[in-house]
Nanobody, 125 residues
Framework: QVQLVESGGGLVQAGGSLRLSCAAS????????MGWFRQPPGKEREFVAS????????RYADSVRDRFIISKDNAKNALYLQMNSLKPEDTAVYYC??????????????????WGQGTQVTVSS
């Protein structure tokens, strides 16, 4: 079973950038499709981006497309989320997720079986 640990969150001003990392252990991420979700204060967890186990297929929420980039390094057993042009509405706890399938086409959190503990991202205006 894969274990996931996120890092890289913090406080940033609007327009700034952050890079989130998700370190995996226990299993190689080359056997998992992976994704990023976020949970804004008082709201439900929502899809941000996903990537196939080979890293060739990506999907983004409309709200982050053209600003965020998801990537995967199977050799380092890690997942990343480069976040640019951050907005106050991007403030949330960000979660890394994994599922042992080649690709996850859905955007529901129920599509993923393994989760990290989350990292806080706060964007000030």
């Amino acid at each position: 079973q894969v274990q996931l640990v996120e890092s890289g969150g913090g406080l940033v001003q609007a327009g700034g950038s952050l890079r989130l990392s998700c370190a995996a252990s226990g299993r190689t991420v080359s056997s998992y499709a992976m994704g990023w979700f976020r949970q804004p204060p008082g709201k439900e967890r929502e899809f941000v981006a996903s990537i196939s186990w080979g890293g060739t297929t990506t999907r983004y929420a409309d709200s982050v497309r053209d600003r965020f980039i998801i990537s995967k390094d199977n050799a380092k057993n890690a997942l990343y989320l480069q976040m640019n042009s951050l907005k106050p509405e991007d403030t949330a706890v960000y979660y890394c997720a994994a599922d042992p399938r080649p690709v996850v086409t859905g955007t529901s959190p129920r599509e993923f079986n393994h989760w990290g503990q989350g990292t806080q991202v706060t964007v000030s205006s």
